[in-house]
């Protein structure tokens, strides 16, 4: 009779361990999506999964208002693991998507060797300015470095310094750089 091996538990140190195969992040409870909508959110969720970043169990609410978004294009709430999306652009889903992942799969360590290495202020202290904040920096180097759209080979070498910010977040070379 074979043994079932036990289940290896890694911790991620400052450069984080994903996952080699295919991940599956659980089905989000969408509110106010048209159909449209819905397709490019499971286009989204499952370029997340395709590259082995796993998300937690999301509520996503679309809005017709920036109030909704206290004035942003989105708004990830960590406590309530609810995304609301204000516009409907393609940067927004993927950027909000990426703060999801990184509140639920970025351990402390690798949050302060990003701030570090991209000489942020902080990871997310509120004083600081909203752009500037690793935070911020991570999810927009995740959305560009998971969009499905083909990178000519002047926008990949115009955006490298992003991409090699994605490479460090999620220990894997953007998708986008396949050819
Ligand atoms: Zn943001």
Redesign the pocket.
């Known amino acids: 009779m074979k043994l079932i091996p036990r289940l290896l538990i890694v911790t991620a140190t400052a450069t984080l361990v994903m996952a080699a195969s295919p991940d599956h992040s659980p089905e989000p409870a969408l509110y106010g999506a048209d159909p449209t909508l819905t397709l490019e959110i499971g286009v989204a969720i499952d370029r997340f999964s395709q590259q082995g970043l796993t998300l937690p169990e999301l509520s996503i609410y679309f809005h017709d208002d920036l109030e909704s978004c206290d004035g942003?294009g989105?708004?990830?709430t960590g406590e309530t693991l609810q995304i609301d999306l204000c516009t409907d652009t393609t940067h927004f889903i993927y950027?909000?998507l990426a703060?999801a992942w990184a509140h639920h799969s970025l351990t402390e360590d690798t949050r302060q060797a990003f701030v570090e290495h991209v000489e942020a202020p902080s990871w997310a202290n509120g004083n600081d300015p909203?752009d500037q904040r690793g935070?911020?920096l991570a999810?927009?180097a995740i959305a560009h470095g998971l969009r499905t759209e083909a990178l000519s080979d002047a926008e990949a070498l115009r955006t490298a310094w992003v991409l090699e910010r994605y490479l460090f977040l999620t220990g894997r070379p953007s998708p986008r750089l396949e050819t």
């Open positions: 942003h989105g708004l990830f950027h909000e703060h909203h935070t911020e999810a927009d």
